[in-house]
Nanobody
Framework: QVQLVESGGGLVQAGGSLRLSCAAS????????MAWFRQAPGKERAFVAR???????NYADSVKGRFTISRDGAKNTVNLQMNSLKPEDTAVYYC?????????????????WGQGAQVTVSS
């Protein structure tokens, strides 16, 4: 069983930066794919970025070049550095873990979820 706890959300002006962190419990964290999804009001949960058990990463087209996902095995954390934020990035951001390390982009492929962190970007 893996428990995920996000932190680092908040309010920022357009063009600014935020860093989200997800702390994971469990000794097998290193073998999981980890991902960030987001859900804006009235919209479905959408893929943002993922990192497999190594360093292989994948990003949604809407965040490429602006967001960076990384993981720290020593601290059991996965981070999402968000730069050049836009109002359309406003959403609740969720950390997710996939024990099969498939590295997918569909939320149904992830078994464990955090509680979410609000990110609000003002224009």
């Amino acid at each position: 069983q893996v428990q995920l706890v996000e932190s680092g959300g908040g309010l920022v002006q357009a063009g600014g930066s935020l860093r989200l962190s997800c702390a994971a419990s469990g000794s097998t964290f290193g073998s999981y794919s980890m991902a960030w999804f987001r859900q804006a009001p009235g919209k479905e949960r959408a893929f943002v970025a993922r990192i497999r058990s190594g360093t292989n990463t994948n990003y949604a087209d809407s965040v490429k070049g602006r967001f960076t996902i990384s993981r720290d095995g020593a601290k059991n954390t996965v981070n999402l550095q968000m730069n050049s934020l836009k109002p359309e990035d406003t959403a609740v951001y969720y950390c997710a873990a996939d024990r099969w390390n498939l590295g997918g982009t569909r939320y149904s492929q992830y078994q464990y979820w955090g509680q979410g962190a609000q990110v609000t970007v003002s224009s």
